[in-house]
């Protein structure tokens, strides 16, 4: 490789940078942003919920899943986040978030109760499943604000 090759890779290379720095890009040009029509509080939702470290629960593409079919709702296996967001497009009104709401709270509580059970089984690590547990109870609680200040 000369330096002509090189310079001109280091150019690619810093256009690339470029351009990831301003938005996610593909061959058609750059998108500045994918969820357009997602609302603010789905984002929110999203990132207090969904990561098991702030929300003390993990919450995989089955869950989301499971969680649809409780309400009679269906979609593919995806990303995660992109699960979430179709899981979450279907509301349109404020029975429907109470209701999504509730099957959130009812995940989490199924989840704290294994959490629970096994701080009583394998005493050793109930501190750690305590720390989940709290995190769980906030998370619920975020979400019944999240309904109050989007939906009453």
């Not at 029509?37 to 929300?55: N, V």
Request: hydrophobic fraction near 35%.
């Amino acid at each position: 490789m000369d330096i002509k090759d090189l310079n001109e890779f280091r150019s690619e290379f810093e256009a690339m940078q470029q351009q990831a720095m301003q938005g996610s890009c593909n061959d058609e040009g750059c998108v500045e942003d994918e969820y357009e029509d997602y609302p603010d509080y789905l984002r929110a939702i999203y990132a207090e919920i969904m990561p098991p470290s702030k929300s003390g629960i993990t919450i995989s593409r089955w869950d989301l899943k499971r969680m649809a079919a409780q309400l009679d709702e269906s979609f593919a296996l995806d990303v995660r986040e992109r699960m979430f967001k179709n899981f979450m497009q279907w509301i349109a009104t404020p029975e429907d978030m109470k209701a999504v709401v509730g099957v959130f709270k009812e995940h989490m509580d199924m989840k704290s109760d294994l959490y629970r059970e096994y701080g009583e089984k394998y005493p050793s690590s109930k501190e750690i499943f305590d720390v989940k547990i709290a995190k769980a109870e906030k998370a619920k609680k975020y979400l019944d604000k999240v309904y109050v200040e989007f939906f009453t």
